[in-house]
């Protein structure tokens, strides 16, 4: 059982709303030895991801926002019975998953959203230049935030 699971998704296809899955890829390398961590690099959140996260002690999403200022990186605390943040491309929200996690297994840990804001979302491979430049920050965000956790 893993104490920390992290959780970054976006299309790799559209540009700036790859850095979620990009981080976790990253992260996924970083702590591939440390068995108190499971990283999921994915496309989208799904319902099935209830299970995994109510094994967990905290959960930290990563994601692209919509608005904002480019790169600009901001750290949210993750209610169950709030909506999460509304600046996002994706169906189904993380605070979503977490009441599903809370619902199906009578667990609800900690759990944060941490987003990068993004400039352009075209059918292209790769980060902007502005995100590429800040992904580094992103994850060295996300490994502050597990820190306490390990």
Request: aromatic share 6%; net charge negative; proline share 5%.
């Given at each position: ?18 850095a ?9 390398e ?7 961590i ?8 799904t ?6 996260i ?42 979503a998953?977490m ?6 297994y ?9 987003t ?35």
């Amino acid at each position: 059982m893993s104490n920390i699971l992290i959780i970054g998704y976006g299309n790799p296809l559209r540009e700036d709303d790859a850095a979620g899955f990009l981080a976790a890829e990253k992260l996924a390398e970083i702590y591939a030895k440390d068995d108190s961590i499971e990283v999921m690099p994915l496309i989208q959140l799904t319902p099935e991801l209830a299970e995994p996260i109510s094994r967990a002690k905290l959960v930290v999403f990563i994601d692209t926002a919509l608005e904002g200022a480019p790169g600009h990186i901001l750290i949210e605390e993750i209610g169950i019975t709030g909506n999460g943040s509304g600046s996002h491309a994706h169906d189904l929200r993380p605070a979503a998953i977490m009441q599903m996690a809370k619902s199906l297994y009578s667990q609800s840990p900690k759990a944060y959203l941490i987003t990068i804001t993004g400039l352009n979302f075209g059918l292209k491979q790769g980060l902007t230049e502005t995100l590429h430049n800040r992904l580094s920050d992103l994850i060295q965000t996300v490994t502050d935030v597990t820190a306490n956790y390990k």
